[in-house]
């Protein structure tokens, strides 16, 4: 059982053939669910229609009126039917092999994030073709690209692990490594399930932004959420993942990361934990390295 919720772009031209084939990809999982689509934006009315979803237009914004994080989830919290919620973005299309892997968790409170893969779609998918996933998965093999693990598509979360977060606008740069950072620093255990879920990113372009690419990345909106991030040595990304899905079981993560990664990651933790001492963290890394060398013998 699960809540999706998501906000969208304008639903027009090819992105509106990308976001119908997305929201009809949630719609075929094969799980209990509900879809809430968050936000206003020309077609959105009409999409809500065509596409028979929940909409909540109220939600707190950027002063460009993009949606802000915090207040979305917050909604989805208060509103969502089902202990299980995800943000989405409105263009990745799902498979069946979603639902299956949420089913290996057994932590009360989490966060699943999960690379994608970048794929050229231009047309309406019919999800009523009998083999339509395996015809998907060979254009995977045959012309997608598994986008670098900088950043997630994703929040599938239970429980509530989102109390103190910074106000992030949603889908500009650092929103989603923030969210990933909050997790570890907060002990709520974020699950890498790259290798068990098939996420597939529909190639885009950024007319929808008045700035183009440079605006959705490099724009005010972004460098608000640089600033208001409490993660400054390290962008946490999925690497920084505490587990991993492989063999339908939770794992530790065994992602090779190099060694300066994950001390600068250690860092920003207990940098953010006692207060921004160098000393103390100096300290505290010695302390956790004494220990693991006593437990050898």
């Known amino acids: 059982m699960l809540t999706i919720f998501t906000t969208a772009k304008p639903f027009i031209g090819k992105i509106k053939v990308n976001q119908y084939n997305a ?17 206003e934006g020309e077609g959105y009315s009409k999409a809500v229609s065509d596409l028979n979803i929940e909409w909540i237009p109220e939600v707190e914004t950027s002063s460009q009126g993009t949606p802000l ?4 989830f917050q909604i989805a919290r208060d509103c969502g039917k ?10 990745i299309v799902l498979l069946s092999d979603f639902p299956t892997a949420l089913k290996s968790i057994r932590f ?10 970048d794929l050229n779609l231009n047309e309406i998918i019919d999800f009523n073709k009998p083999d339509l996933e395996n015809e998907l998965r060979r254009m995977i093999s045959n012309h997608a690209k598994l986008h670098p693990p900088s950043g997630s598509d994703i929040f599938c979360f239970a429980g509530w692990p989102w109390g103190g977060i910074p106000e992030l606008v ?19 255990p974020v699950i890498d399930a790259t290798g068990a879920i098939t996420l597939i990113h529909q190639n885009h372009g950024y007319a929808h932004h008045k700035n183009g690419r440079q605006g959705v990345w490099h724009g005010q909106e972004a460098k608000t959420n640089m600033e208001k991030g409490k993660s400054r ?3 946490f990304t999925i690497l920084e993942a505490d587990y991993m899905i492989s063999g339908g079981k939770i794992v530790r993560n065994k992602r090779k990361v190099e060694l ?38």
């Open 23 to 39: 929201i009809r990809s949630w719609k075929a999982l094969p799980v209990e669910k509900e879809i809430i689509l968050f936000g």
């Open 69 to 72: 994080v915090n207040s979305m």
């Open 82 to 91: 089902y202990q299980i919620k995800m943000y989405i973005n409105s263009d």
């Open 108 to 117: 009360n409170e989490y966060l699943v994030v999960s690379q994608r893969y």
């Open 170 to 188: 949603i889908g500009r740069a650092g929103y989603d490594n923030e969210l990933i950072f909050h997790c570890r620093n907060t002990r709520v």
């Open 233 to 235: 040595g390290l962008r």
């Open 260 to 297: 300066s990664r994950k001390l600068r990651a250690r860092k920003e933790i207990c940098r953010s934990e006692i207060g921004g001492s160098i000393i103390e963290y100096y300290i505290r890394l010695i302390g956790i390295i004494n220990r693991r060398i006593l437990l050898r013998y």
